[in-house]
């Protein structure tokens, strides 16, 4: 009499119905990358409109921050390693954030491809226009870098080591401030939800401290837009000259 051949339990096992997936391609995953960039992006913003300010105490005052960037670590490091180190930590956490941003938008738009029947309640005004606005954010990044970092879109003559002056020559011209300030009026909204967004990714968040975050997200995002937006008044009114 023959032996029934014996099942292989391994080879019988039902694949899981949900098979583990790695960080970066669940929805989590894409969440804390975009938050911890933004927050390495907002730590920026706050030290460079720190800087931006010096430009109020005169030419020598803020032609000297924007050469001590480039020789900042000497001796250890060489000239502008450092301000090229930094150059390259943030150019990887905007691609970052963009790219995280990107997929999940279209994840999102792929899990509901028709209309909702009834309309949920509206966003806050932040909340709707933080994807046109990181659009705005990202065409300003290339116009700024052209116009006072590399020259090409200044107007007049740029000044390499001169910045106080290619400064006032930029806000100089009335195309200059609206596009400056129009950004800026972006930032603010884009920093005030971002913020917010990546407390509750990164388990900040709590009803207890939800009155305490939503106060400092607001203050942050209206200091940093008042502090961008002084100098381009600064010097539309004749404070900076």
């Not at 800087?51 to 000297?64: A, D, I, S």
């Not at 002056?165 to 129009?182: C, L, P």
């Amino acid at each position: 009499m023959a032996l029934a051949p014996t099942r292989d339990r391994t080879a019988a096992r039902p694949p899981s119905p949900t098979p583990s997936r790695g960080f970066w391609s669940s929805t989590l995953g894409k969440k804390t990358v975009m938050a911890v960039s933004g927050l390495v992006m907002l730590g920026y913003l706050v030290a460079h409109v720190a800087g931006n300010l010096k430009v109020f105490f005169g030419p020598e005052e803020f032609n000297g921050y924007a050469h001590w960037l480039r020789v900042v670590g000497a001796p250890v490091l060489h000239h502008e390693w450092a301000l090229w180190l930094v150059r390259i930590v943030l150019l990887a956490a905007v691609v970052a954030h963009a790219v995280s941003a990107y997929q999940l938008s279209r994840r999102d738009l792929k899990a509901r491809p028709t209309a909702y029947v009834h309309r949920r309640r509206r966003a806050s005004y932040a909340t709707r226009t933080m994807r046109w606005g990181g659009v705005i954010l990202a065409l300003f990044i290339v116009w700024h870098i052209l116009d006072l970092t590399t020259g090409t879109l200044h107007p007049g003559g740029f000044e390499e080591g001169r910045p106080y002056q290619n400064v006032v020559d930029t806000f100089s011209t009335w195309y200059g401030n609206v596009v400056y300030i129009v950004a800026m009026l972006a930032l603010g909204l884009h920093v005030r939800h971002g913020f917010w967004s990546a407390a509750q990714t990164l388990g900040v968040g709590s009803a207890r401290r939800e009155r305490l975050l939503k106060a400092l997200t607001n203050i942050l995002a209206l200091v940093l837009t008042a502090g961008f937006v002084s100098v381009p008044v600064a010097v539309m009114t004749g404070v900076v000259s």
